[in-house]
């Protein structure tokens, strides 16, 4: 059994970290909300007053946060606060979930590096139902002695665990994975569009091209348009899943990282454009599947 800290238990890191309770592990837990906390208290986690305490004493202390800036801020501290690195245990494991930017990613563990501590960052893919099922990708940036330790806590959170290289690798990694995603659903949508606008059943149309040269990932788990697919967003007036909000935050980590290595990501680019506009129109706690309205007729958006 290792004790571990789990903080920020929201629609991610809850699910997670009752996945570390059922493996056996001891948590101690803390979230902004005191929700989150209550319902992995009732599982068996030890609630806690701030961050700090809940890193006090364990063996590992693992993150998810919204942005790189929390991410700094609790691990480095702001001032007004200490930062992790300054009150968990010596040898303590460092393990971030965030999708952040690498170069936050970078910086904390350059300074946890200069406290004797191991830190990586794991991002991670598959979304509110992996999270829960335990079946996880996890994209992991950091040393080699960092990730062999972090993957016996990880394999019990999911089954694919990647070392992508040194520390904010992980990050470039999961970002460039989100990038294509991104691109992906809108052809996938357009594409669905454009058949039924001339009459094809878009079930019959995701069936063909999920076999075809067109197949990818989007029509085989996470179809967009409604009523083709059960138990997705689409099917649920795109509830659930992942929010737009959170697609247009990882295509702006993407598109940082192509100024910053002078890549060329048009598609990226494009992505971001009509991402950023599907949520200033309202869309930004809807599923990044809802983007198929944007293509789709009006009839055809009412699901």
């Known amino acids: 059994m290792t004790k571990i800290a789990f903080i920020g238990l929201g629609n991610m ?30 599982a068996g986690a030890k609630a806690c007053d701030s961050a ?38 010596p040898g303590t494991l460092l393990i971030d979930c965030s999708t952040i930017d690498a170069g936050s990613a970078r910086t904390v563990a350059e300074a946890a590096a200069a406290k004797g501590l191991e830190f990586i960052d794991a991002p991670v893919s598959g979304g509110t139902a992996g999270a829960a099922a335990g079946t996880l990708t996890f994209i992991c940036g950091g040393t080699d002695s960092a990730f062999e330790r972090a993957k016996l806590v990880l394999a019990n959170m999911g089954v694919n665990i990647f070392h992508a290289g040194g520390p904010g690798a992980g990050q470039v990694a ?57 138990n997705v967003p689409s099917s649920k007036g795109y509830q659930g899943g992942f929010m737009v909000d959170l697609m247009v935050k990882d295509l702006g980590l993407s598109q940082e990282a192509a100024l910053a290595s002078q890549s060329s990501t048009p598609m990226g680019a494009l992505a971001r454009s009509l991402y950023v506009s599907h949520a200033r129109a309202g869309n930004g706690k809807r599923d990044f599947s809802s983007i198929f309205e944007q293509f789709a007729k009006s009839e055809e958006k009412k699901g």
């Open 174 to 230: 999961k970002i460039c994975n989100n990038m294509l995603l991104s691109v992906l659903m809108v052809g996938t949508s357009e594409a669905l569009s454009l058949g039924m606008d001339n009459g094809l059943d878009p079930k019959v149309l995701s069936d063909i091209i999920k076999v075809s040269s067109g197949g990818n990932w989007t029509l085989e788990k996470y179809n967009p348009c409604p009523g083709v697919m059960e």
């Open 52 to 89: 700090i305490e809940a890193a006090t004493g364990v063996d590992v202390v693992i993150t998810m946060l919204p942005a790189g800036k929390h991410v700094r801020g609790l691990y480095l501290g702001n001032g007004a606060t200490q930062g992790l690195i300054e009150v968990v245990n």
């Open 13 to 42: 890191g809850g699910p997670m970290a009752a996945n570390l309770i059922k493996a056996g592990h001891s948590l101690q837990v803390f979230d902004l909300m005191q929700s989150a906390m209550a319902t992995l208290a009732q």
